[in-house]
């Protein structure tokens, strides 16, 4: 089996939403030793929809659709499917009274006739169960260029896609995958470039049947290696992680945050933050990690100074003297969230983001980081260049590496 992938949508391609579903779906068929042949985004428009759908069938014999199964003006892709395919459109009267189902849970009044065509089928296909939507997935098997060929057709919204992809379709793909099935491992390499980690690999001279990716982060580099032979890959992928040194994280272990609260679970400690610039994004990212809560205890987004001396202690003599924004303030802040919220550890933030606020003496990227741990405090100074966006989630990122390294070094 080879898979492509079509994503529909002119607000993917306007930048007004970002599309999550592919990386999503990469990371659930991964995890099942498969993998996206390619990849296309596409508008809400008939011909482009063909013309993907055509590429796609070209080159693999699966295809998954994402998107334009609603009720609007723009939802075009059953329809285009269907005319692609040569196949009829019923309506299904099971499918109306679903649809009539889901309409009177949201709204009030009759059903509009326009929202029944979500309970249309294709001749000879087969609906897909969307427990969390009114439009129904449908799966097509028919012939492409004399060989056969199969197309999901699944809803857009992640809450509706994945829910689908995971209970209906990915055993499916399995299954269809026979030997054809390519392992993939990874690990984050900690604070290491997309550049110097590519020269590394280079310099072991992988075998050239084995694939590598590389996905930059602002806390490192994630290395990826997929061959057919799963020892193999184990094999040659601890090879780059020896090459890496004390950076790499172990085979499999892809985030920071998720490292650090294992380290910090192990060793029954507690952690909190203390955050100006970033404005509580540091602690947005340990609280998405599961089981983050018997670790974290919270966070003081105090973004002024009156804050940093009301909820954290810091002095005013400390803030008059070397300014908010210095590594007085950042030692400060962190002892300050120890003390107040009980924990062991602490990272504290302070810095200036842009466009404005900044001066000669404390440029725009400037950025104090402090780290706390058992009584022991230190600070790190940052020079960061680029937009307010980057500048904080860089910032997030280099802190979460600081309390790495003090954590690895004990």
Excluded at 373 to 387: A, C, I, K, P
């Amino acid at each position: 089996m080879t898979l492509s992938c079509i994503f529909t949508g002119n607000e993917l391609l306007t930048g007004s939403t970002v599309n999550t579903n592919i990386s999503r779906l990469g990371e659930l068929l991964s995890a099942r030793s498969l993998e996206i042949r390619e990849a296309y985004t596409c508008r809400d428009s008939a011909g482009d929809i063909s013309r993907a759908l055509f590429n796609a069938l070209e080159k693999s014999d699966t295809v998954i659709i994402c998107g334009g199964l609603g009720a609007t003006t723009d939802d075009l892709t059953l329809d285009t499917a269907s005319r692609f395919f040569g196949l009829k459109l019923n309506s299904s009267k099971e499918l109306e009274e679903k649809v009539k189902k889901f309409w009177a849970q949201r709204h009030k009044g009759h059903c509009p006739k326009f929202v029944l065509r979500q309970a249309r089928v294709p001749e000879r296909a087969r609906v897909i169960d969307n427990p969390n939507g009114s439009a129904s997935g449908i799966a097509i098997e028919s012939k492409f260029n004399g060989r056969e060929c199969r197309v999901y057709l699944l809803p857009g919204p992640p809450n509706e896609f994945i829910p689908m992809l995971k209970a209906q379709v990915l055993d499916e793909l399995e299954a269809l995958a026979d030997g054809t099935k390519v392992f993939t491992a990874g690990f984050l390499a900690c604070g290491t470039g997309e550049v110097r980690l590519s020269t590394l690999v280079k310099q072991l001279e992988l075998p050239g049947h084995l694939n590598c990716a590389y996905t930059a982060a602002p806390e490192g580099c994630r290395f990826y290696l997929s061959g057919s032979d799963r020892d193999e890959v184990l094999s040659k992928l601890e090879k780059v992680r020896q090459a890496v040194g004390e950076g790499a994280l172990e085979a499999g272990e892809l985030s920071l945050e998720e490292k650090i609260i294992s380290i910090m679970k192990q060793r029954k400690l507690t952690l909190s933050t203390a955050e100006s610039c970033t404005g509580g994004m540091i602690g947005s990212l340990i609280t998405a990690v599961p089981g983050a809560s018997s670790v974290y205890m919270g966070s003081a987004v105090t973004y002024s100074n009156e804050m940093k001396q009301l909820l954290l202690g810091v002095q005013k003599s400390t803030l008059d003297s070397h300014g908010a924004v210095s590594s007085e303030t950042a030692i400060a802040m962190a002892e300050g969230a120890c003390r107040k919220l009980g924990t062991d550890a602490a990272i504290s933030v302070t810095g200036i983001a842009g466009p404005d606020g900044g001066t000669p003496e404390k440029p725009v990227g400037l950025v104090y980081v402090g780290i706390s741990l058992n009584g022991s405090t230190r600070s790190v100074e940052l020079r960061l260049r680029g937009e307010r966006e980057f500048i904080r989630r860089r910032t997030c990122a280099l802190a979460l590496l600081e309390l790495h390294k003090t954590l690895t070094a004990e």
